[in-house]
T-cell receptor, first 114, second 116 residues
């Protein structure tokens, strides 16, 4: 079975500061990794994903995440955050051939202070 | 041009009642899901349907019954509602096209169910 651990439940940072949201997973088979973002009172939106190939993946709004197989991690980073990045961020994994079930971490609340 | 839509957005009801939540997707996907998000924001899959066939059923009480009349719809019916059913329910869809390594799931806006 797969599991995901997001090490920080809350991360407060100042605007324009860098941020890293940590995600570790466990799985006995090959995995596919996702970061979703949930803005207040909204549904989940896909931020970025790793399926195969380059271990560094990027989103259109400046976030990036790196798949590290040896450390079983998929940490999310942004070099300079904006107030509008305030949201809940969820790391998720699906595993195995034809994987369909997403297993989510507990979420990290990112709060940007001016 | 909403991709995955859910109705209603909010649902407040009494214990013991029966209620339904509807989900529709216009993405042409063949797989749909229901997830439950509890008060601590934890998300857990409940069901998944592929081409109207149930393929994932995660130890959910049988008071919950999903119904998929066609590939674009997946409704969730809940009998004898209990206080613990209060949560946000998310519908999602994906395309299980052959050759894909994994399917990106697209989520609806959620339905906040409050059982009094």
């Amino acid at each position: 079975a797969q599991s995901v651990t997001q090490l920080d439940s809350q991360v407060p940072v100042f605007e324009e500061a860098p941020v890293e949201l940590r995600c570790n997973y466990s799985s006995s088979v090959s995995v596919y990794l996702f970061w979703y973002v949930q803005y207040p009172n909204q549904g989940l939106q896909l931020l970025l994903k790793y399926l195969s190939g380059s271990t560094l993946v990027e989103s259109i709004n400046g976030f990036e995440a790196e798949f590290n197989k040896s450390q079983t991690s998929f940490h999310l980073r942004k070099p300079s955050v904006h107030i509008s990045d305030t949201a809940e961020y969820f790391c998720a994994v699906s595993a195995g051939q034809g994987a369909q079930k997403l297993v989510f971490g507990q979420g990290t609340r990112l709060t940007i202070n001016p | 041009d909403t991709a995955v839509s859910q109705t209603p957005k909010y649902l407040v009801t009494q214990m013991g009642n029966d209620k339904s939540i509807k989900c529709e997707q216009n993405l042409g996907h063949d797989t749909m899901y229901w997830y439950k998000q509890d008060s601590k924001k934890f998300l857990k899959i409940m069901f998944s349907y592929n081409n109207k066939e149930l393929i994932i059923n995660e130890t959910v009480p049988n008071r919950f019954s999903p119904k998929s009349p066609d590939k674009a719809h997946l409704n969730l019916h809940i009998n004898s509602l209990e206080l613990g059913d209060s949560a946000v329910y998310f519908c999602a869809s994906s395309s299980r096209a052959s050759g894909r390594l994994a399917d990106t799931q697209y989520f609806g806006p959620g339905t906040r169910l409050t059982v009094l």
